[in-house]
């Protein structure tokens, strides 16, 4: 099990996958949660939370950067964004599930296995 914790792959799509909720949040959370307000606050209150996103984010960076080529680690973040998204935007923003969304999800899928093949 510690091999799988400890493997620069795992931990940094862990941490990746961490960053994007706080940077979903940062970028979305305060159309539901601050409508009412100024948007320089919303935008001070983003930057805040992007703070942390970028904490988990650069370490998750150089960590994958040892494991996975420029172009893998940012079709992996474009993929982690996605997967992040969907259900943020169900969930907390209370939006209607689409089928488009699992069309971009293939579309995605194609993208890393053009990114990863040989």
């Keep these: 099990m510690w091999q799988i914790i400890s493997n620069p792959r795992?931990?940094?799509i862990f941490m990746l996958v961490c960053s994007n909720c706080f940077m979903t949040y940062a970028w979305y959370g305060h159309?539901?949660?601050m409508s009412n307000r100024?948007?320089?606050v919303a935008a001070i209150v983003s930057w805040l939370i992007a703070f942390f996103e970028y904490m988990i984010q650069v370490p998750a960076n150089r960590?994958?950067?040892t494991v996975y080529t420029l172009p893998q680690l940012k079709i992996i973040q474009e993929v982690v964004s996605l997967s992040v998204f969907i259900p943020f935007s169900m969930?907390?923003?209370n939006q209607?599930?689409?089928l488009n969304y699992?069309?971009?999800c293939l579309c995605m899928?194609?993208?890393v296995y053009f990114i990863f093949r040989d």
Excluded: D, E, T
């Design 10 to 12: 795992v931990v940094s």
């Design 31 to 33: 159309l539901k949660n």
């Design 38 to 40: 100024a948007w320089y």
């Design 63 to 65: 960590i994958g950067s």
């Design 91 to 93: 969930i907390v923003m």
């Design 96 to 98: 209607p599930f689409k």
């Design 102 to 104: 699992l069309w971009a």
């Design 109 to 111: 899928l194609g993208a």
